[in-house]
């Protein structure tokens, strides 16, 4: 290539910007609302202007929308805890790290479900004895009532 020759423009990218649904705006806009709820100044600094933030919701809409408010919710109130205990990697507005707590949550929820989970509780058995006695007393009656219909 020559001195003064520049090389041709390629564009990067090539499928159809995403289209969000009403409902993954609703949680994008939920989810980072208690963002900037949490973090005060210090997100005001992450994201200066409404296009910053419009820019991170693109980015992340598609992930938020995967859960549910309450899911979020659980999230940002674990994130409270994490960050009143002190640790620094919980100073600053990171989405990744919400949607890592939201991730976590959601696998301690299925492994209490698991029998092999440390914290497993099985259901509680139905009480048979109690079972017998309405089977009974409700054959009694059935017996009684049929009496009527002779």
Known sequence: MKSGQSLPVIPTTTRKQSTFSDEERDLAAYFFMKLKNIYGNTYDARYPDEEAVKMAKREYGKQIGRHTREA????????KR???????????????????????TWRAYLSLSDPKHPDYQAPALED????DENVKQGNKTFTSLKGLFK
């Open 72 to 79: 979020i919710h659980e999230a940002y109130e674990e994130l």
């Open 82 to 104: 994490l960050k009143q205990g002190g640790g620094k990697e919980y100073q600053f507005p990171d989405p990744d790290l919400v949607l890592g707590l939201m991730k976590a």
């Open 128 to 131: 048979l004895t109690k079972k």
